[in-house]
């Protein structure tokens, strides 16, 4: 019942910028928390940015101070500001989503990715 779609990435050289945005659709009753996960090729999918509702937010050391996570709530998005990008946050980026359904039951939904390359 709920969909999630990631756009917003692309090829990039090292320094460069780019914007993801993650627009959660269909019957959306409530969402805790929108965030961001990466995955490099034969790594493990992990958090990058994490924006809970109320406006706390979370980020992976290795991201600190180069990109911004933030939520739009009354339009169901999220974006991520990426700044001074590197090789090294070359990967598949994904949009977590968690629902509350109408009767209080939480499900996490995932978008398909979006990939990011940053060359050097």
């Known amino acids: 019942q709920v969909q999630v779609v990631e756009s917003g990435g692309g090829l990039v050289q090292a320094g460069g910028s780019l914007r993801l945005s993650c627009v959660a659709s269909g019957s959306i009753f409530s969402i805790r928390t929108m965030g961001w996960y990466r995955q490099a090729p034969g790594k493990q999918r992990d958090l990058v940015a994490v924006?809970?509702?109320?406006?706390?937010?979370n980020y992976a050391d290795s991201v600190k101070g180069r990109f911004t996570i933030s939520r739009d709530t009354a339009k169901n998005t999220v974006y991520l500001q990426m700044d001074s990008l590197i090789p090294e946050d070359t990967a598949v980026y994904y949009c977590n989503v968690e629902h509350r359904s109408y009767i209080g039951v939480y499900i996490d939904y995932w978008g398909q990715g979006t990939q990011v390359t940053v060359s050097s």
């Open positions: 924006v809970r509702s109320g406006g706390v937010t």
